[in-house]
């Protein structure tokens, strides 16, 4: 990248995270370009710019905004594509833009989940950035995003995951530190897997009982749950050769035991980035009829046990209902819970009320 000169910058899926993102970079002055694939939405940003609400603001900032088949239409390459897309349409939204990148553009994955292998295999290792967000939005209705963590409590981390990207971090830094604090990650693919260590605890659990993590985590038996399946992630992400590293500004010493991570990580998550009613994304995505990530949150953590000849039964019971709940066949809501009771009292070692 020209650092003498002002980058050019893609976001691709302006969802709630990534409007709030994009917006705040178009207030700093930079040349900010979305695509999203949420017709009225985009007609809206065109319209009317998109509108965020915070605890300590309240902001309408003008914006250009494309449909993705506006993308065959544009001829400028981009310096940096910030990809907030769900994580299971990573692959094809990186073929999407990937004729726009430039030879040493870099592609930057604000994304829950591990895809980094997908963004490399499409992109190339050279342009692939990993990130981790910690970012609380949600968006129900066309240009209006509500975002319950201001610029000064939203998180990032980024680091090069190859020879080609490593160093050239503060590329990105620059770039995101005018939407929150940002971090230097020298082992991005561990930072990911404590994100999802995280993801696996909070995110689907709480949203089958139709539950804030907040609400979730007072209900007699529940925590237990949560903090099982956050476990069960962080044995994995040490099987694989992972560390256990800080984010969200956890100092080093609360991080070394794997056991007690998920613990940590939920009680950080709580205090510090959760406010009363916040519905995760899980929620969200259900509420409005969508499948979410669970095969990428708690189904990775089961098929990566199963690859090393483990298991993960607790994140197997959370994914099974997950995927109960999307088929129609059951539907979310406190009722579950002595169901997720029942079959985890099953659990070898594990005791819940």
């Known amino acids: 990248m020209n650092q003498a000169s002002q980058p050019r910058i893609a976001i691709v899926g302006t969802g709630a995270n990534g409007a709030a993102i994009g917006a705040d970079l178009v207030r700093a002055g930079l040349d900010v ?56 349409d990573t692959r ?70 190859g020879s080609a ?11 995101l530190r005018h939407s929150g604090t940002v971090e230097i990650s020298t082992d991005i693919r561990s930072s990911k897997w404590m994100k999802l260590i995280a993801n696996a605890t909070e995110l689907v659990p709480s949203a089958i009982l139709d539950m804030t993590v907040m609400e979730a985590v007072r209900v007699p038996g529940m925590r237990d749950v ?23 500004g956890i100092p080093e010493d609360q991080v070394a035991d794997p056991e007690v991570f998920a613990e940590t990580l939920l009680t950080v998550v709580h205090d510090e980035y959760s406010i009363p009613g916040q519905k995760t994304t899980v929620l969200q995505d259900w509420i409005k009829g969508r499948r979410s990530e669970v095969h990428e949150i708690n189904g990775l953590v089961v098929r990566e046990q199963q690859r090393i000849g483990g298991q993960a039964p607790v994140n197997q019971i959370i994914l099974d209902m997950a995927q109960r709940i999307e088929s129609g066949e059951l539907d979310r809501g406190s009722g579950n819970l002595e169901q997720i009771l029942e079959r985890v009292r099953q659990v070898p070692e594990m005791i819940t009320p």
């Not at 994955?109 to 050279?126: C, E, I, K, S």
């Not at 990207?165 to 770039?175: K, N, P, S, W, Y």
């Open 92 to 161: 094809w939204a990186c073929e999407l833009i990937k004729p726009l990148i430039k030879p040493r553009g870099l592609v930057v994955g604000l994304q829950n989940g591990m895809t980094l292998h997908d963004m490399a295999d499409v992109v190339g290792a050279d342009r692939t950035i990993g990130a981790v967000i910690e970012v609380a939005s949600t968006m129900f209705d066309p240009g209006e995003v509500q975002r319950d963590t201001p610029r000064s409590k939203s998180w990032f981390a980024v680091g090069g995951v």
């Open 33 to 88: 370009t979305f695509v999203e694939q949420w017709p009225a939405h985009v007609e809206a940003m065109r319209a009317n710019g998109i509108h965020v609400r915070m605890p300590d603001a309240d902001e309408t900032t003008p914006v250009d905004a494309f449909h993705l088949s506006d993308v065959a239409t544009l001829r400028e390459p981009f310096d940096v594509v910030l990809l907030l897309v769900k994580a299971y």
């Open 165 to 175: 990207t490593i160093g050239r971090e503060q590329e990105v830094a620059d770039i």
């Open 226 to 248: 949560m903090l099982e399946a956050g476990r069960e992630a962080a044995r994995t992400a040490s099987a694989l050769g992972h560390r256990m590293v800080p984010i969200l």
